[in-house]
């Protein structure tokens, strides 16, 4: 049986998740997606590096769901696409648990 995270734990995973993921945005996947798709979200699976996009949270990391079906918390990154603020969102419905 996992030990249960701390709040300390979750946040230092969601810090280092959502370095690695606009690391990922800025250097692959920035130029791809921009300036066409501006406003939709882009999901992306930090491992691999690839990346999904859709109109709404949901529709982009169900499509990356698709893809990669097992993917746990710090796997995936989610922003606007060529939007300043990242979203910074966990859902249960997406993840099977709770903040």
């Known amino acids: 049986m996992q030990p249960m995270s701390t709040h300390a734990d979750i946040a230092l995973i969601r810090e280092a998740t ?14 791809a997606v921009e300036p066409a798709n501006r406003g ?17 949270l949901l529709e982009a ?19 606007g696409v060529g939007e300043q603020a990242v979203i910074r969102a966990h859902t249960p419905r997406i ?4 903040r």
């Open 18 to 31: 959502a370095q690695a993921g606009e690391r990922i945005y800025k250097r692959r996947v920035q130029s």
């Open 40 to 56: 939709q979200v882009v999901a992306i699976h930090i491992p691999s590096q690839d990346y999904f996009l859709g109109d709404s």
């Open 61 to 79: 990391t169900d499509r990356l769901r698709e893809e990669y079906p097992n993917a746990v918390r710090g796997d995936i990154y989610t922003r």
């Open 95 to 98: 993840t099977g648990s709770t």
